[in-house]
Structure formats: structure tokens, C-alpha cells
């Protein structure tokens, strides 16, 4: 189906294991972003993407590392995870920046022990 | 830098009232602005965005916001509620930065 997938769904964890969250669209849009959402703090941007091989940082990039080696695809990966990283995580995309719409994942909600 | 403030983070209506989610921002230049919602255990849907024009702007489910500039805010607005829109609810502005911003969020209940 088209859209825009993420997995797992839910995922726990231990403290200082590596965590890869997965997200894939069938759109081919150029950007695709990476938020987590907490509550009293709304979404905060985690990483983004605006084509293949290009990242940059958001508001909050610490502990996460992320890779796109082609357009559609755009993994999360927590290379040591802490219990400050407890969150639902939601990948989005959209075809360009600014008017467009973005386009939300179902979430990955995240607990580490 | 940009951000939006959602002064409430829950508001309560009965059912067949009207509703208001109210939406504030603060940029630098000409915004962006959307509404999001978002319902349990699922991603965030759009709404609705305000780009240029006209200042009151109808979007889906019957939802429509103004764009006040002068006091800089897009609340979001519902002439009858109803059960089925208890959710949760962002606002988020954009100004040619490449990131949107959200709000923390409003959690939006109707009573039946």
C-alpha cells in the first residue's frame, strides 16, 4: 500500500542497547523528517532529510544517529539508548518545503529500561 | 527564531457547541501556518494551512481557522462539535527555514 510506514510499532529496550527505527515511504518525496513526541513538549524534531545522503540536525539530535542511502527509506538509530529516550517517535515526509503538507507514520512508541 | 504557543492544553466542549482551539505564533516574516490532528495510537493527519488570502481558511471535517495578523494568531474553530473530533490537536508555523515548528499540543474533548 503507498503511504508511509515505520517499524516496529512498539519496541522496548534496555539501557545502552543500540535501537534501529525504521521508515519507509512510497512517494519518493524528497524531504522526511524524524520528531519524537512527549508529553508538555509537543513534537520536537529529532533529525531531517531533504534528498538521499543529505541529513541535518534538528532541535533535538543527541544520542540519535540517522542514514539515507536512498529516498525512500529513512532510519532512526539510537546508538546507546538512555531512559530519557522513552518517547513515541513519528517519521514524516513531504515533496517540498514550506505549503506542502507533511505526511505523518503511524509511530513507534519507545521504552528503555 | 519561530514558535507557536497553545495556551491550552485541554479544552472541554459539549457536544453540538461551538469550539475554539486557539493558536499563537511569533516569526520573522510572512508564516505558515497549519493545524494538525492527531487521534490515539495514530500519526498526525492535516487539517488544514493557511499559505496567503483570504484569512479564514475551511479545511477538513468541517474545521475552518482565521488568520489574524494583527494579533498574530489561526485558532481553529468548529461552528457544532462533535464526539468523534475528541483528539488531540497542533498547531505549526513555517517561515522558509526548512523545519516546521509545532505547538505543545491541545487535547480537545467533547461531552456527549
Known amino acids: 500500500d503507498a503511504g508511509i510506514t515505520q517499524s516496529p510499532r512498539y519496541k522496548i529496550t534496555e539501557t545502552g542497547r543500540q535501537v534501529t527505527l525504521m521508515c519507509h515511504q512510497t512517494?519518493?518525496?524528497?524531504?522526511m523528517f524524524w520528531y519524537r513526541q512527549d508529553l508538555g513538549h509537543g513534537l520536537r524534531l529529532i533529525y531531517y532529510?531533504?534528498?538521499?545522503?543529505?541529513?541535518d540536525k534538528g532541535e533535538v539530535p543527541d544520542g540519535y544517529v540517522v542514514s539515507r542511502s536512498k529516498t525512500e527509506n529513512f532510519p532512526l538509530t539510537l546508538e546507546s539508548a538512555t531512559r530519557s529516550q522513552t518517547s513515541v517517535y513519528f517519521c514524516?515526509?513531504?515533496?517540498?518545503?514550506?505549503?506542502?503538507?507533511?505526511?505523518f507514520g503511524p509511530g513507534t512508541r519507545l521504552t528503555v529500561l | 527564531a519561530q514558535s507557536v504557543a497553545q495556551p491550552e492544553d485541554q479544552v472541554n466542549v459539549a457536544e453540538g457547541n461551538p469550539l475554539t482551539v486557539k493558536c499563537t505564533y511569533s516569526?520573522?516574516?510572512?508564516?505558515?501556518l497549519f493545524w494538525y490532528v492527531q487521534y490515539p495510537n495514530r500519526g498526525l493527519q492535516f487539517l488544514l494551512k493557511?499559505?496567503?488570502?483570504?484569512?479564514l481558511v475551511k479545511g477538513s471535517y468541517g474545521f475552518e481557522a482565521e488568520f489574524n495578523k494583527s494579533q498574530t494568531s489561526f485558532h481553529l474553530k468548529k461552528p457544532s462539535a462533535l464526539v468523534s473530533d475528541s483528539a488531540l490537536y497542533f498547531c505549526?508555523?513555517?517561515?522558509?527555514?526548512?523545519?516546521?515548528?509545532f505547538g505543545t499540543g491541545t487535547r480537545l474533548t467533547i461531552i456527549p
Open positions: 532529510s531533504a534528498a538521499a545522503d543529505i541529513t
Open positions: 505549526a508555523v513555517w517561515v522558509g527555514n526548512e523545519k516546521l515548528t
Open positions: 512517494w519518493s518525496h524528497s524531504y
Open positions: 493557511y499559505i496567503t488570502g483570504d484569512n
Open positions: 516569526v520573522s516574516g510572512n508564516p505558515y
Open positions: 514524516a515526509s513531504n515533496p517540498r518545503l514550506g505549503t506542502d503538507t507533511q505526511y
